[in-house]
């Protein structure tokens, strides 16, 4: 089982604890850039941008989170992954005509569903926390996504603070939104993304806010701009439900 919001690096240790294979080959296979460019011949949703020199692994947010059952733990590591990726084409199969007439590219698309995924909100609020995306994009804002932050240092653990990191606000990395002067996405993809968070990025909900904050609950609040946001996060603080 591949849960929803897996990076490469925490999918390589599910496939060590469960298969005969171990973490190293499972990386190594991800930075085999012959092995990538045969997929991307293979896949209509793998275009050549994921072969950014930037970005840490090709094929980060294309391995669909699920469960899935193999002969038994001598199950090749090609053999996993590509299981993956027909998944990932039949969930996304309903979409294309949608994706290939969008301004959005389907790299970008998964790029933003996986912050989207990784950003706390309820199912249910996830095309709206799109919106607020989206709209950041066209205003020609920073995202401002702590997500993306934690995946461009490495840290797989969100309890830890960044607060103090001297890296927080650094500008010449391609993943770190939090740096006031980036503009636009990512340049790819940080977790494998669930469907949910794939359909409210492409079904995503329009409306006029920029700001959003969940609560303890996951319950997500929007703001059109930051005095209400703060406002937000000062009552949640008194109400005692501020879990960030």
Same mark, same amino acid.
């Given at each position: 089982?591949?849960?929803?919001?897996?990076?490469?690096?925490? +999918?390589?240790?599910?496939?060590?604890?469960?298969?005969?294979?171990?973490?190293?080959? &499972?990386?190594?296979?991800?930075?085999?850039? /012959?092995?990538?460019?045969? #997929?991307?011949?293979?896949?209509?949703?793998?275009?050549?941008?994921?072969?950014?020199?930037?970005?840490? !692994?090709?094929?980060?947010? !294309?391995? &669909?989170?699920?469960?899935?059952? &193999? #002969?038994?733990?001598?199950?090749?590591?090609?053999?996993?992954?590509?299981?993956?990726?027909?998944?990932?084409?039949?969930?996304?199969?309903?979409?294309?005509?949608?994706?290939?007439?969008?301004?959005?590219?389907?790299?970008?698309? =998964?790029?933003?569903?996986?912050?989207?995924?990784?950003?706390?909100?309820?199912?249910?609020?996830?095309?709206?926390?799109?919106?607020?995306?989206?709209?950041?994009?066209?205003?020609?804002?920073?995202?401002? /996504?702590?997500?993306?932050? *934690? *995946?461009?240092?490495?840290?797989?653990?969100?309890?830890?603070? #960044?607060?103090?990191?001297?890296?927080?606000?650094?500008?010449?990395?391609?993943?770190?939104?939090?740096?006031?002067? &980036? +503009?636009?996405?990512?340049?790819?993809?940080?977790? /494998?993304?669930?469907?949910?968070? +794939?359909?409210?990025?492409?079904?995503?909900?329009?409306?006029?806010?920029?700001?959003?904050?969940?609560?303890?609950?996951?319950?997500? *609040?929007?703001?059109?701009?930051?005095?209400?946001? !703060?406002?937000?996060?000062?009552? =949640?603080?008194?109400?005692?439900?501020?879990?960030?």
């Amino acid at each position: 089982t591949f849960r929803e919001g897996l990076n490469i690096r925490k +999918i390589a240790r599910v496939v060590e604890e469960e298969t005969n294979n171990t973490y190293d080959e &499972f990386m190594a296979l991800m930075e085999d850039n /012959s092995y990538i460019d045969s #997929l991307i011949g293979k896949y209509w949703f793998l275009t050549d941008d994921i072969k950014d020199t930037k970005i840490y !692994y090709p094929l980060e947010g !294309y391995l &669909f989170p699920e469960t899935y059952a &193999f #002969l038994n733990k001598d199950v090749d590591v090609k053999t996993i992954v590509e299981t993956m990726l027909d998944e990932t084409g039949e969930k996304l199969e309903k979409y294309r005509k949608t994706i290939e007439s969008s301004e959005y590219s389907i790299h970008e698309m =998964l790029t933003l569903a996986s912050i989207v995924e990784l950003e706390g909100a309820s199912a249910s609020d996830r095309a709206s926390v799109a919106g607020v995306f989206y709209n950041r994009l066209k205003a020609g804002w920073s995202l401002g /996504s702590d997500v993306t932050t *934690y *995946y461009y240092l490495k840290i797989d653990d969100f309890k830890q603070t #960044l607060n103090g990191n001297k890296n927080l606000l650094t500008c010449d990395n391609a993943y770190n939104t939090r740096c006031v002067s &980036f +503009i636009g996405l990512p340049v790819g993809p940080i977790c /494998s993304a669930g469907l949910e968070s +794939i359909e409210g990025t492409i079904n995503y909900r329009e409306h006029d806010d920029y700001y959003f904050v969940a609560d303890c609950k996951g319950k997500t *609040y929007l703001s059109k701009n930051s005095t209400e946001h !703060y406002n937000t996060i000062n009552r =949640l603080k008194r109400e005692g439900n501020w879990c960030v």
